[in-house]
Nanobody, 117 residues
Framework: QVQLVESGGGLVQPGGSMRLSCAAAGTMFSNYIMAWYRQAPGKQRALVAIIGTHFNTHYADSEEGRFTISRDNAKNTVYLQMTSLKTEDTAVYYC???????????WGQGTQVTVSS
């Protein structure tokens, strides 16, 4: 079992920045592929970014260059640094962990990010 707890969401103005964190417990964190997904109101959950066990990364097209995913295996934590935020980035952001596929079996509870003036 893997427990994932997100933090760092809130309200930010357009053009601002925000960093989300996801702390993992109950697992060999370094063995897991980690990802961030988001779900906007009325839309399906969508992939934002992935970081593999060898720190390789992949981003959805709309986030390329604005978002950065990273991980600290010593802290069992994955991060999502978001810059140049847009109103359309407003969503609940979820952390996800999987061994050899995504989405993996484990989800966090989600953290709300609202981009508004």
């Amino acid at each position: 079992q893997v427990q994932l707890v997100e933090s760092g969401g809130g309200l930010v103005q357009p053009g601002g920045s925000m960093r989300l964190s996801c702390a993992a417990a109950g697992t060999m964190f370094s063995n897991y592929i980690m990802a961030w997904y988001r779900q906007a109101p009325g839309k399906q959950r969508a992939l934002v970014a992935i970081i593999g066990t060898h720190f390789n990364t992949h981003y959805a097209d709309s986030e390329e260059g604005r978002f950065t995913i990273s991980r600290d295996n010593a802290k069992n934590t994955v991060y999502l640094q978001m810059t140049s935020l847009k109103t359309e980035d407003t969503a609940v952001y979820y952390c996800n962990a999987g061994v050899n596929r995504l989405p993996g079996d484990y989800w966090g509870q989600g953290t709300q990010v609202t981009v508004s003036s």
